[in-house]
């Protein structure tokens, strides 16, 4: 039990079980937690927030249930929240009350002080831009396959030559409906001679393809790491969750090094990072997810994801 009255603040979806871990841990430990969906404003949330001669925002969000003080607020577990929508509006109007809405409730939740982010809003769009997460993947020292991201039919059946086999992914994955469920797009192998014009109407991503025997996935939350060997035989492993097994792994120096540059880049405290293990034992860099799972890991493996998570965020700045 703490006697810190300070709210953690838990920002996400409705339908989000990895959050509902972490806020079962938190209230476990008496850490009072505020939870809403961005998404919820102007319907179910409302902000007032002032600010004058002093640093610090004064007045509060407040949901159906639960308000938490703006200058209070210890922590801020930013996962997975709905965009705004003004449904009831015509589009011009629309358009208009979405930014004051992002740039206004955005703006304030982004500014609190003494606030410990897990991430940043503002520092996972940054890391949700792949060219920029391999760029500093490359920086950091990773070790990752020659990629290529184009429009141009030319130049990518001209790669795809020249280091197939080879796969397409997509770069940014937006919310994609089939039959009104949202559906994972897969990673798929691609040659030269199925490159149509059709590439030239937007950016496409081309990477050679790793010959791996494992997929890693290390979840890195503040100063701990948990590294997992994931036992597939797929090309992407989220294809198929019940062909898995997992074996905890301790991650090399050199890797953990990159990783924390990887971070520091960006700003980030948390980080999913996904690697294809080869025959030789390198870990190849395939890419970080600033808002990455992890929790389905926990009961296979017994790593305390859950306790690491719910450790910063009930220490907030002091335990940074």
Not at 19 to 43: C, K, M, N, T
Not at 106 to 125: A, D, E, Q
Request: hydrophobic residues 40%; glycine residues 8%; charged residues 20%.
């Amino acid at each position: 039990m703490t006697n810190d009255d300070r709210p953690v603040l838990v920002v996400t979806n409705l339908d989000d079980p990895t959050a509902d871990f972490v806020i079962a841990e938190l209230h476990d430990r008496g850490v009072p937690v505020v939870r809403f969906d961005s998404g919820d404003f102007p319907a179910s949330l409302s902000c007032s927030a002032s600010i004058g001669d002093t640093d610090r925002w004064r007045g509060s969000v407040q949901t159906p249930s639960r308000r938490a003080e703006l200058g209070a607020v210890r922590s801020m577990y930013f996962r997975r929240p709905s965009g705004f929508a003004f449904p009831h509006l015509d589009r011009q109007d629309e358009r208009f009350a979405i930014a004051q809405a992002r740039y206004g409730l955005g703006g304030v939740l982004t500014s609190l002080p003494g606030c410990l982010y897990v991430n940043h809003p503002n520092r996972i769009g940054d890391a949700e831009y792949k060219p920029a997460g391999l760029a500093a993947a490359v920086a950091a020292g990773f070790t990752l396959p020659p990629t290529l991201i184009t429009n141009v039919p030319d130049d990518a059946r001209a790669f795809l030559k020249q280091h197939g086999p080879a796969i397409f992914k997509p770069i940014s994955v937006p919310l994609y409906l089939v039959d009104g469920k949202a559906q994972t797009v897969p990673v798929t192998e691609v040659t030269a001679d199925e490159i149509d014009e059709s590439v030239a109407g937007t950016m496409h991503l081309f990477q050679r393809r790793v010959d791996k025997v494992a997929d890693v996935r290390v979840t890195v939350i503040g100063e701990q790491i948990f590294a997992v060997r994931i036992e597939s035989g797929l090309l992407d492993w989220r294809m198929d969750y019940g062909t898995h097994t997992y074996t905890p792994l301790v991650t090399p120096p050199v890797v953990e090094r990159a990783m924390r540059a990887y971070l520091e880049h960006f700003r980030l405290v948390f980080g999913a990072f996904d690697f294809a293990l080869t025959d030789s034992g390198e870990w190849i860099f395939i890419e970080c997810n600033p808002s990455g799972q992890w929790a389905w890991m926990e009961p296979p493996t017994g790593l305390p994801m859950t306790a690491a998570l719910a450790d910063l965020l009930e220490g907030g700045l002091r335990a940074h």
